[in-house]
Structures are given as C-alpha cells and as structure tokens.
C-alpha cells in the first residue's frame, strides 16, 4: 500500500491531533513519514516602494518563523520516534503553503499525504480558501484529510 506518508503541520491544535493521527496510520501501514512544515513568505506589497521596514526586523522575523517550524516538525519527529516509526523533518520555504505542501511529497518521494483540516465550511472557506482544498485539487497522489 503507501510506504512514505507526507505529514504536514501549521502547529494548531488540529494540525497536532492529525499528526497524531497520521503517525498510528503509518505505524499501522508500516510505514514511515516526512514531517513538513511551510514557512511563509512576505508578501511584496509588504515590503514595498514606501513601507519602511527595517532589515533587521525582516530577518529577526525570518529567524523566528524557522524555530516555529523546526519546532512544529520536531514535534512530529518526537511523537513517530515514540510509536517507532521512521521520520525525517523537512521545512522550506514555498510561494503559497499548498505548493509547498504538494512540492515536499515530490521532493522526499510521498506517496501519500496525511493532513488535517480545520473544517471551515460556508462562507469563511470562501473568503479564507483552504490549503486543504487546494491540496486536494491539485495533489497527484492521494490525500488523507482527518477531521
């Protein structure tokens, strides 16, 4: 069946319930996971013609981002240690989160994504999108959405 699942994090409370949900799956499966998270990136018209924004501010910003991912992943990392299952983290930095998402399966050989969904509906999924939907149209391998 699947042999490497993609377990992407934000860090929320649903985003950690589906990890672990995500990690049993693949220690039943037999499987191992790649923990991934997507920092995200400053829009231009932030940092544009007449905003004035310090550098230092820029990279201290940057800097703090990669410790949130880099813990959110080794949160992942901890819990498939702790059921014995083979984890790797892996964190970068994709023009929108759901490329990045589909981009990191690709790149470390996914055959499956495992992901929550923070189970907006009605309007407020349309206004706020969903990187879970977004997956969901554009992955070419499967998708796991735990709710």
Same mark, same amino acid.
């Given at each position: 069946? =699947?042999?490497?699942? %993609? /377990?992407?994090?934000?860090?929320?409370?649903?985003?950690?319930? @589906?990890?672990?949900? !995500?990690?049993? =799956?693949?220690? !039943?499966?037999? !499987? +191992? #996971?790649?923990?991934?998270?997507? %920092?995200?990136?400053? %829009?231009?018209?932030?940092?544009?013609?007449? &905003?004035?924004?310090? #550098?230092?501010?820029?990279? @201290?910003?940057?800097?703090? @981002?990669?410790?949130?991912?880099?813990?959110? &992943?080794?949160? #992942?990392?901890?819990?498939?240690?702790? !059921?014995?299952?083979?984890?790797?983290?892996? *964190?970068? +930095?994709?023009?929108?989160?759901?490329?990045? /998402? $589909?981009?990191?399966?690709?790149?470390?050989?996914?055959? *499956? $994504?495992?992901?929550?969904?923070?189970?907006?509906?009605? &309007?407020?999924?349309? $206004?706020?999108?969903? #990187?879970?939907?977004? *997956? %969901? @149209?554009?992955?070419?391998?499967? &998708?796991?959405?735990?709710?």
């Amino acid at each position: 069946m =699947f042999k490497h699942v %993609l /377990i992407p994090t934000d860090g929320s409370a649903r985003s950690r319930k @589906a990890a672990k949900a !995500a990690v049993a =799956f693949a220690k !039943a499966i037999g !499987a +191992k #996971v790649t923990a991934y998270y997507g %920092l995200e990136t400053l %829009l231009p018209y932030m940092v544009g013609d007449g &905003v004035v924004i310090d #550098v230092r501010l820029l990279e @201290a910003l940057a800097k703090q @981002a990669r410790t949130q991912g880099d813990k959110y &992943v080794a949160e #992942v990392i901890k819990a498939a240690e702790a !059921a014995g299952v083979g984890c790797e983290g892996y *964190v970068s +930095k994709p023009a929108t989160p759901y490329q990045g /998402i $589909i981009d990191a399966a690709k790149q470390k050989k996914c055959d *499956v $994504i495992f992901m929550g969904s923070h189970g907006r509906g009605g &309007v407020a999924s349309l $206004i706020l999108g969903s #990187v879970t939907q977004q *997956v %969901l @149209a554009h992955s070419k391998i499967p &998708v796991v959405v735990y709710r």
